[in-house]
């Protein structure tokens, strides 16, 4: 009968055996911070370029075949220079054809005069009548009139054959040119652009957010961007009334106060400005995950200590910070560090160090 307890008790061990064991809910440690909206206050930084205030574009008031350009980009240019040349020939002949047709009107005009002289007297004498007098007359006006407008050519053609010769009209730099020496050009057509001497833009491609968020009249920092040390400042001068077609940014030209001559033109700078936007959250990029392929964080409920997956705003990304726009209200506690490993409704444990951060 001693044998009856023991075989229960071996076989209610085997049953408990036989069950399986719960799995233990696990329970991951976070890294959380509280979120505040404030003021951003952010430097912008952007990429632009030191450009003429007043380029020139320098071409020729007629057209024809390019002899010579005496300059290129790089060289320096003074007021009178001749920089370049089109072939004089047919603009020779054309002073010369000109020069004749005068003559040949002169002469007519003496004729005409001289008839017109014997036909007054006459007239006076009564030995001719007067509609023959009234011709004369009228022969010698056509012929004066004929006088002045061979003149007229004549100096036109002067003045062609000095358009052969291109001069700079301003003391500057070459920074671009439009035609090579053999070229057939057309009057107007870019020969040489020329940077004024003096003053400077500092010239950036700016996004319409910006735009709108800068103040109204800001002062721009503008740096080398291989010596940050080689500083100017300067004010907005100049805004493209209309967005570039390619790019969707505006042209916005800077006007420096007294830049230094270590910025060339066509050097590469820095242009940083302060913008106020308005209240924003700034959160580390170690906090952001995505939700049907959008931002997202972990925000966890300070009750439950369990986490949801919220959907966020981000206005723009700096250096540090991912600076959220929308998404989250002040005090929510938002996972930073071990976003990966979450699923949505699962418990954590704040880590100690943050919550004594939060107190």
Not at 22 to 38: T, W
Not at 40 to 50: A, F, K, P
Not at 177 to 190: D, F, H, L, N, P
Request: include cysteine; charge should be neutral; charged fraction near 25%.
């Amino acid at each position: 009968m001693k044998r009856i307890p023991i075989v229960i008790a071996v076989a209610l061990t085997i049953a408990a055996c036989g069950k399986e064991q719960p799995k233990k809910v696990e329970i991951r440690p976070v890294r959380v911070i509280a979120v505040q909206h404030a003021l951003s206050g952010d430097t912008i930084s952007l990429t632009g370029q030191i450009q003429a205030k007043d380029p020139i574009n320098l071409a020729f008031r007629i057209g024809g075949r390019l002899l010579e350009r005496n300059v290129t980009v790089g060289d320096p240019v003074k007021p009178g220079q001749v920089v370049a040349r089109i072939e004089p020939q047919d603009f020779q002949n054309a002073l010369r054809s000109a020069e004749a047709d005068l003559a040949s009107a002169q002469a007519v005009l003496a004729n005409s005069k001289g008839t017109e002289g014997r036909q007054s007297e006459l007239l006076s004498k009564g030995f001719t009548t007067q509609a023959q007098y009234d011709q004369a007359e009228q022969q010698m006006k056509t012929a004066q009139a004929q006088v002045e407008s061979t003149r007229a050519r004549l100096q036109n053609a002067k003045d062609n054959l000095t358009y052969t010769d291109l001069k700079s009209d301003v003391e500057g730099s070459v920074t671009a040119k439009g035609a090579e020496s053999g070229e057939i050009v057309a009057a107007g057509r870019m020969i040489l652009q020329v940077a004024k001497q003096g003053d400077r833009y500092a010239v950036f491609n700016v996004p319409s957010q910006l735009i709108r968020q800068s103040p109204k009249d800001p002062e721009v920092t503008v740096s080398l961007s291989d010596d940050p040390a080689i500083l100017a400042s300067g004010h907005v001068r100049e805004v493209a009334p209309q967005a570039d077609a390619a790019t969707g940014t505006y042209v916005v030209k800077v006007a420096l106060d007294s830049p230094p001559d270590a910025m060339r033109l066509g050097a590469t700078i820095v242009g940083q400005v302060k913008v106020q936007s308005e209240p924003v959250i700034q959160l580390p990029g170690t906090a952001l995950t995505q939700s049907e392929g959008k931002p997202a964080v972990w925000v966890v409920d300070p009750e439950r200590k369990t986490v949801s997956l919220v959907s966020i705003t981000v206005g723009h990304y700096d250096t540090s910070a991912a600076v959220v726009s929308r998404g989250l209200k002040d005090g929510d506690l938002v996972v930073t560090a071990g976003v990966q490993a979450l699923r949505p409704g699962q418990e954590v444990r704040l880590l100690e160090a943050d919550a004594d951060t939060r107190k």
